[in-house]
């Protein structure tokens, strides 16, 4: 059997696995401080790779401002109590995240506080 066929497959794993990581590496979040904001749930979609939470955050000034945040895969947060219903449009919650790096309304969905009260982990990162 030649050497390149044997190589092949191993080459092609690796490519893979390394574009694998580099999608779920959180590198364009600023992961060294947890920011919070309050708003209204715009729209949560639970869809792969990773949910979606939309946010509509007022401002001091009166202003209506979208913060878009990802989330975990919806395989993720199901084995932790999570469902496509767990956030509804019109719900008011207080979520923690990691901000992009570059400054745009968006982030990496950590928790949030329900308007039960209850607290939902997202993400359970350690740094």
């Known amino acids: 059997m030649s050497l390149q066929i044997l190589h092949t497959p191993a080459l092609l794993l690796s490519l893979g696995l ?3 990581l580099a999608h ?4 364009m979040y600023d992961t060294s401080t947890e ?7 715009a729209a949560f979609e639970w869809i792969e790779p990773h949910t979606r939470v939309d946010i509509v955050v ?3 000034e009166g202003t209506e401002v979208l913060w878009s945040l990802e989330g975990m895969t ?3 947060l199901g084995r932790r109590g999570w469902t496509r219903d767990t956030l509804k449009q019109g719900d008011r919650i207080d979520v923690v995240f990691f901000a992009r790096k570059d400054g745009t309304n968006g982030g ?3 928790r949030a506080t329900l308007p039960d009260g209850s607290l939902k982990v997202m993400a359970d990162i350690r740094r």
């Open 24 to 27: 779920h590496a959180p590198a």
């Open 58 to 60: 007022t401002e001091e």
């Open 18 to 20: 390394g574009t694998s």
């Open 74 to 76: 919806p395989s993720y």
């Open 108 to 110: 990496m969905f950590i």
């Open 35 to 41: 920011q919070t904001i309050a708003g209204t749930v």
